[in-house]
């Protein structure tokens, strides 16, 4: 009697391990995919949190001038914004909207703060 293992118990092993190999390589370009989008979102938010306090520096104080109904920049890595200031009383809402380019497609995250002149 020999010991040792049979060519089909080996082959089923490399079959297994095959398959996760693939399975780890499948799971890669998704992965690289989510830390691109996390990277341009984090980027419209430090873009839209700048701006956003920007408008409210500039048009929260009792004798600041009326702020425009639309304000809009460019950043030069290709992020652009739309900022809409709607009154609605005493209180202003300010709308953001950071657009980008991801994957060939425009993407856009909106975010909103409200201000009261002081």
Excluded at 18 to 30: C, E, F, K, Q
Excluded at 70 to 93: C, Q, T
Excluded at 97 to 117: A, I, L
Aim: glycine content about 6%.
């Amino acid at each position: 009697m020999k010991s040792g293992y049979s060519i089909l118990v080996v082959l089923i092993a490399l079959v297994i391990f095959a398959v996760g190999i693939l399975a780890v390589v499948a799971l890669l370009p998704s992965g690289h995919q989510a830390i691109r989008r996390t990277v341009f979102y984090n980027r419209a938010a430090t873009i839209a949190e700048k701006e956003l306090a920007f408008i409210r520096v500039c048009y929260s104080e009792q004798d600041s001038p009326l702020p425009p109904e639309e304000i809009s920049g460019a950043e030069p890595d290709g992020f652009r914004w739309v900022a809409k200031i709607e009154k609605s009383g005493d209180i202003y809402l300010v709308t953001l909207s950071v657009y980008f380019q991801e994957s060939g497609k425009e993407e856009r995250e909106v975010f909103e703060t409200r201000f009261v002149k002081k």
